[in-house]
């Protein structure tokens, strides 16, 4: 299983994160832009992503929760700002509710994720950004170093 690292930038106002998976380009891409595939990876155990909308395209928005084995959800939403096909997009995150409104007490991260193809490994490298170092502090504080990590290795037992 891959090592996925989470470095702050000297900004204060970016986290870093790399992680190589063991599988071609092709398939970590596809697990990163599928609604179906999403939701088995990308929410960490016990609790589950669900999709409600999906649109992976320029313009496009994804809108699920992160649901807990007690039921309870927290919406976020993802809005794609520029994609370019098998080599990286951008987004924006947030926590929302389950229509898709922000919810503005917590921060908007903007998410550039990259991957590039190492022989028969995929490298990603996704560069989170924040208005602020306490924005970026908030979300560290509520645990998204453990929980992406979580994901990321969810990913790595699908692929």
Not at 57 to 78: F, H, N, R, T
Not at 88 to 95: E, G, I, L, P
Not at 142 to 154: D, E, R, S
Request: charged share 25%.
């Amino acid at each position: 299983m891959g090592e996925t690292k989470i470095i702050t930038a000297e900004s204060g106002k970016e986290l870093i994160v790399t992680r190589t998976f063991d599988a071609p380009l092709s398939k970590v891409w596809h697990a990163w832009t599928n609604a179906t595939e999403l939701d088995k990876w990308w929410a960490p155990k016990p609790w589950k992503a669900v999709t409600k909308e999906f649109d992976f395209s320029e313009g496009g928005y994804w809108l699920y929760a992160m649901q807990g084995p007690e039921g309870d959800k927290q919406w976020c939403i993802v809005r794609y700002h520029a994609i370019e096909e098998g080599k990286s997009f951008s987004s924006s995150d947030a926590f929302s509710d389950d229509e898709g409104n922000v919810d503005d007490s917590m921060p908007v991260m903007q998410w550039h994720n990259a991957f590039e193809e190492q022989d028969v490994k995929t490298l990603y490298t996704a560069t989170l950004t924040f208005e602020t170092e306490e924005a970026l502090n908030k979300i560290v504080a509520m645990g998204f170093k453990q929980g992406f990590t979580m994901g990321l290795n969810n990913l790595d037992e699908i692929l």
